[in-house]
């Protein structure tokens, strides 16, 4: 099922939280919203599940419309929310029938449900305790198997993976990984290396406006502001001779006459610093075009780290 958004703006008093938004997501593909906090994110989530009106734009689920036609939108798609809210005093398997129930599976099917989806996420030795005894991560569990619970083709996950251990942001991204395979799925996210563990494309939302869209191999390959090129010689150069190679800006040397050229051109230099070297009597072992990881390429975007908070504690 394709997830299509069209210019959806959404106003909080004066103040816009998403401006004209639009992209579109097909089946199969799990795309990667990323951006600061205050971005945008959840609001954007919020509204293609149908929780909240935008001021203005569509969304389409197909060709359903989710203003006109929510409640069947509300069926093909799983959401869990920012927050994840639970109800603590239930017991895992006593909440995910309820849950089930809401969605009309009733009776055996819900209990075979309940219990094929229990064993695919993990909760298995967790099922017969109530929610409010569980860890952060099998709670998460929980507020995951509440999105999958009727098999939706849509999945829509607001920061699935915040506040986890690493372990267990390694466990709900191989899960994510797996059931995306036949859904359409967004997540959010604001650590770099889960886009990059798991994502097709990524998205990239700062102050309610999309400022990039791209597969993240094209994001990591975007020079936006110059690129470094890693030279490494049989003998060694001095880094200021480097300099009189006009493009070069900036040098700095590594161990094992390894040289990183930095330039503000973003044509490709490797020609140039190859005749150079010929020039000087240099021998040249390897000159690789250094692409920026998604960190680098998001701070340039966003003007900010992505560093926020204590999950982020895997980025590179
Ligand atoms: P993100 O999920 O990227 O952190 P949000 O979508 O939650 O961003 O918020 C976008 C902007 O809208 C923020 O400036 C936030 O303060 C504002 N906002 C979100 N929800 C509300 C609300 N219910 N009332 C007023 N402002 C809100």
């Not at 958004?5 to 579109?24: D, L, M, P």
């Not at 849950?99 to 449900?113: C, D, K, M, S, W």
């Not at 251990?165 to 036949?182: F, H, M, T, W, Y």
């Amino acid at each position: 099922m394709s997830v299509s958004v069209r210019k959806i703006s959404r106003k909080y008093g004066e103040q816009w939280a998403v401006k004209e938004v639009s992209f579109t997501v097909h089946s199969g593909e799990i795309v990667g919203f990323i951006g600061p906090n205050g971005a945008g994110k959840s609001t954007t989530m919020k509204i293609i599940t149908g929780f909240l009106p935008p001021t203005s734009g569509e969304v389409r689920i197909n060709d359903l419309d989710i203003r006109e036609q929510t409640m069947q939108i509300k069926r093909i798609i799983g959401y869990l929310p920012e927050h994840n809210p639970l109800y603590p005093e239930m017991y895992v398997k006593e909440y995910l029938l309820y849950v089930a129930g809401l969605y009309n599976i009733r009776g055996t099917r819900a209990r075979n449900r309940v219990d094929e989806i229990i064993e695919q996420v993990g909760l298995t030795g967790e099922r017969h305790k109530k929610i409010e005894k569980l860890s952060k991560g099998y709670r998460q569990r929980v507020g995951i198997s509440q999105a999958l619970i009727h098999d939706p083709d849509v999945l829509i996950l607001d920061e699935p993976t915040s506040g986890l251990d690493p372990n267990q942001i390694v466990e709900i991204r191989n899960l994510i990984s797996a059931v995306g395979k036949e859904k359409t799925v967004i997540l959010s996210t604001h650590i770099m290396q889960e886009v990059e563990a798991i994502c097709d494309r990524v998205i990239i939302i700062d102050n309610g406006e999309i400022k990039a869209d791209e597969t993240a191999g094209n994001l990591g390959s975007r020079q936006q502001s110059g690129q470094t090129i890693e030279v490494e010689l049989q003998e060694s150069f001095p880094a200021e001779k480097w300099k009189k190679l006009a493009a070069v800006t900036g040098v700095r040397t590594l161990p094992g006459n390894i040289y990183l050229l930095a330039t503000t051109e973003t044509r490709d230099i490797r020609p140039d610093i190859f005749r150079f070297a010929v020039q000087n009597n240099l021998t040249v072992l390897s000159l690789n075009q250094k692409h920026k990881n998604l960190e680098e390429v998001f701070r340039e975007i966003t003007g900010k780290t992505g560093k926020q908070d204590a999950g982020s504690q895997d980025l590179k």
